[in-house]
């Protein structure tokens, strides 16, 4: 197993820009429940995670319920319980730091792609665009292990991916106590997209469901800003052998556009070799 002590944020920019996440979350807000206070956002820097715009959802369950969470970083879904979990882990060393969000390894992570008649079941092109993410990590030999199935039934899975009525892109959430996050939705708006697009949100938010997070957290530059993202004084870690500046064509940019292929590059190769 490799030792894992950082994740650093990995990013990108092209023609069109679309967000990670829904364009528009406002309906799903719901701040009765659930309160964005001054507490939850300075647990979100003590994680050097985004606390500029975060918002509670309505996050649907894998039962079909929904429960109130936090919307972090545009495609982050985080329950207050599994906010109040996780934690820095080791502290900070000189060169980089452990966290609790990572998946244990060796482990055979198994993915289930939604299917049937619904619409939670995954359009053609989300499937194609899904087994393409899947073939992609499994072939760079890592020590963690994905297999894939299409199925109504979600008995066994580790991560379940569906989809959902909204504008192009994608949400899911950080791994916790080892196991990795267990949904990636894909909103509806990926349909008219081409496979190369829905690979590419495919691997991103899985990226996310074993660990990783935005590679331009000090700028939002993919998405057309110039907004830094803050560490809280504990800092976002370069990992070894990756790029401190901006990285145009890594598949854990904030935001995508319309001509993805979903292919790695080499700093993504590096980083994910390094974790995993």
């Known amino acids: ?34 309160k964005v206070t001054p507490d939850v956002l300075n647990k979100i820097r003590a994680l050097s995670l985004n606390s500029t715009d975060v918002k509670v959802i309505k996050n649907t369950t894998l039962d079909g319920t929904t429960e109130d969470a936090f919307l972090i970083e545009g495609c982050i879904v985080m329950t207050e319980d599994q906010l109040n979990k996780m934690d820095l882990h080791g502290g900070i060393t000189t060169e980089q730091y452990r966290t609790t969000n990572l998946v244990s390894t060796p482990k055979t992570i198994k993915v289930v792609g939604l299917s049937g008649t619904g619409t939670t079941a995954l359009s053609p092109n989300m499937v194609a665009g899904l087994q393409a993410a899947i073939n992609r990590y499994n072939n760079l030999g890592l020590t963690i292990k994905f297999t894939l199935t299409f199925s109504s039934s979600t008995a066994g899975a580790n991560i379940v991916v569906r989809r959902q009525i909204g504008s192009a892109g994608g949400v899911a959430g950080f791994p916790s106590g080892g196991a990795p996050y267990n949904s990636v939705t894909l909103y509806s708006g990926l349909d008219t997209y081409s496979v190369g697009v829905n690979a590419h949100v495919a691997a991103h938010e899985i990226g996310h469901c074993i660990g990783l997070r935005h590679t331009d957290w000090f700028s939002r530059q993919s998405c057309g800003q110039n907004s830094n993202e803050g560490t809280a004084g504990v800092g976002a870690i370069l990992i070894p052998g990756t790029p401190s500046g901006y990285d145009a064509t890594s598949y854990m940019r904030a935001c995508f556009s319309s001509n993805e292929t979903g292919a790695f590059n080499a700093n993504d190769v590096t980083a994910l070799n390094y974790l995993y």
Not at 2 to 30: G, H, P
């Open 1 to 34: 197993m490799k030792t894992i002590k950082s994740i650093l944020a990995l990013a990108f920019i092209a023609l069109m820009l679309v967000s990670c996440n829904k364009e528009d979350e406002s309906n799903q807000s719901n701040q009765e429940a659930l």
